[in-house]
Nanobody, 113 residues
Framework: QVQLVESGGGLVQPGGSLRLSCAASVSNTAMGWYRQAPGKQRELVASITSGGRTNYADSVKGRFTISRDNAKNTVYLQMNSLKAEDTAVYYC??????????WGQGTQVTVSS
């Protein structure tokens, strides 16, 4: 069974930074982050392939950076210049093909003064 352990959420002021981490029990998979704000659908934030190719939502381009440490099977999301609209529960995922997508437990990010 694939397991994911997320960490790094919290409360931060507008303009501040946070770094999320997600450690997986599998290697060599595509990984990424979604988020879900209250009353909204879950949306893709950023993804990274096993080869390191990245993709970002337009709303976070230039502010967020996704990266991975393959030796640790861990994906990171560095979030800078945070805005109130970034407030959401952030979920990491892995795509351990041919097994189905697996989600992390979610971590709350709150941007507020």
């Amino acid at each position: 069974q694939v397991q994911l352990v997320e960490s790094g959420g919290g409360l931060v002021q507008p303009g501040g930074s946070l770094r999320l981490s997600c450690a997986a029990s599998v290697s060599n998979t595509a990984m990424g982050w979604y988020r879900q704000a209250p009353g909204k659908q879950r949306e893709l934030v950023a993804s990274i392939t096993s080869g390191g190719r990245t993709n970002y939502a337009d709303s976070v381009k230039g502010r967020f950076t996704i990266s991975r440490d393959n030796a640790k099977n861990t994906v990171y999301l560095q979030m800078n210049s945070l805005k109130a609209e970034d407030t959401a529960v952030y979920y990491c995922y892995v795509d351990p093909w041919p097994r189905p997508r697996t989600w992390g437990q979610g971590t709350q990010v709150t941007v507020s003064s």
